[in-house]
């Protein structure tokens, strides 16, 4: 069975820190996605990674695949207030073109 | 450019009631879904949709039901409300290709008293 593991549930920081949440698994996933979720809206998809080893940035925030490709971190650089969300990472089921497999997410608080 | 629109965004429902909750997008996806989002559980699946006239179970549909009569539109029918139905619930849409990304609506937020 696929699972993902995301680390830690919940994080809250001052604006202007860094922080890195994790997404963890035992499996190998062909790619990850991360998604944002913001109050009262679903999630948005931010970046798919897809190599071993890749590392994708976006602004402030970094994404890198494991090299094994069982793992994946989101690093953000100066954590702003609207960064604040729910992140989520995600990975395809083994033999699907559809099926996502879904960590239960990061609730990040960033205070002013 | 209205992507996936959901209707409720609100429901409260007493127990034994039933009602549906309406998904339709407007980017020829042909994949659907229906997932629920409880505190500390994630995203977990209910039903869902490879094509027009194609329904399959996820992980919890007990208490639910869909039909796909069209590309665009996904119900989700609750047949008899009960208070573990309590959830917030997303429609979601996607193409079949490779790491195409899924497409959430807003959520509909309902409380089963």
């Known amino acids: 069975t696929q699972l993902l593991e995301q680390s830690p549930q919940f994080l809250s920081i001052q604006e202007g820190e860094n922080l890195t949440v994790y997404c963890n698994s035992s499996s190998v996933f062909s790619s990850l996605q991360w998604y944002r979720q913001e109050p009262g809206e679903g999630p948005v998809l931010l970046v798919t990674?897809?190599?071993g080893g890749e590392v994708k940035k976006l602004k402030r925030l970094t994404f890198q695949f494991g090299d094994a490709r069982k793992d994946s971190s989101l690093h953000i650089t100066a954590a702003q207030p609207g960064d604040t969300g729910l992140y989520l990472c995600?990975?395809?089921?083994?033999?699907?073109?559809?099926?996502?497999?879904w960590g239960a997410g990061t609730k990040l608080i960033i205070k002013p | 450019n209205a992507g996936v629109t959901q209707t409720p965004k609100f429901q409260v429902l007493k127990t034994g009631q039933s009602m549906t909750l309406q998904c339709a997008q407007d980017?020829?996806?042909?994949?659907m879904s229906w997932y629920r989002q409880d505190p500390g559980m994630g995203l977990r699946l209910i039903h869902y949709?490879?094509?027009?006239?194609?329904?399959d179970q996820g992980e919890v549909p007990n208490g639910y039901n869909v039909s796909r009569s069209t590309t665009e539109d996904f119900p989700l029918r609750l047949l008899s409300a009960a208070p573990s139905q309590t959830s917030v619930y997303f429609c979601?849409?996607?193409?079949?290709?490779?790491?195409?990304?899924?497409?959430f609506g807003n959520g509909t937020r309902l409380t089963v008293t």
């Open positions: 990674v897809v190599t």
């Open positions: 979601a849409s996607k193409t079949g290709v490779g790491n195409s990304p899924l497409h």
């Open positions: 995600a990975g395809p089921e083994s033999d699907s073109n559809y099926q996502l497999i």
């Open positions: 949709s490879v094509g027009a006239g194609i329904t």
């Open positions: 980017m020829n996806h042909e994949y």
